[in-house]
Nanobody, 115 residues
Framework: QVQLVESGGGWVQPGGSLRLSCTAS????????MGWYRQAPGKQRELVAL???????NYADAAKGRFTISIDNAKNTVYLQMNSLKPEDTAVYYC?????????WGQGTQVTVSS
């Protein structure tokens, strides 16, 4: 059984920063990719940042230059550092792992950017 537990969401003013964390437990040995998606009200879930175990990292255009994904394998944790946040970044952020071509999601953490 795989579990993904997120933390770090909250409210921040425009221009501020937040760091999201996602710790995985269970059978994660065959992880092929891990990262973050988000879903704003009335919109489809979209990619934010994805790290492929083989070595590449993909960022959504909206995240490039402002968000950074990092991984601590010793802690089974993936982070998303978000800087220069904008109101349009407001969404529920979901942690994601692809393990042996199966898709696993965290419960989601709310990020609200407003003044």
């Amino acid at each position: 059984q795989v579990q993904l537990v997120e933390s770090g969401g909250g409210w921040v003013q425009p221009g501020g920063s937040l760091r999201l964390s996602c710790t995985a437990s269970g059978s994660i040995f065959s992880t092929e990719a891990m990262g973050w998606y988000r879903q704003a009200p009335g919109k489809q879930r979209e990619l934010v940042a994805l790290s492929i175990t083989a070595g590449s990292t993909n960022y959504a255009d909206a995240a490039k230059g402002r968000f950074t994904i990092s991984i601590d394998n010793a802690k089974n944790t993936v982070y998303l550092q978000m800087n220069s946040l904008k109101p349009e970044d407001t969404a529920v952020y979901y942690c994601y792992r692809n393990i042996a071509n199966r898709h696993y999601w965290g419960q989601g953490t709310q990020v609200t950017v407003s003044s």
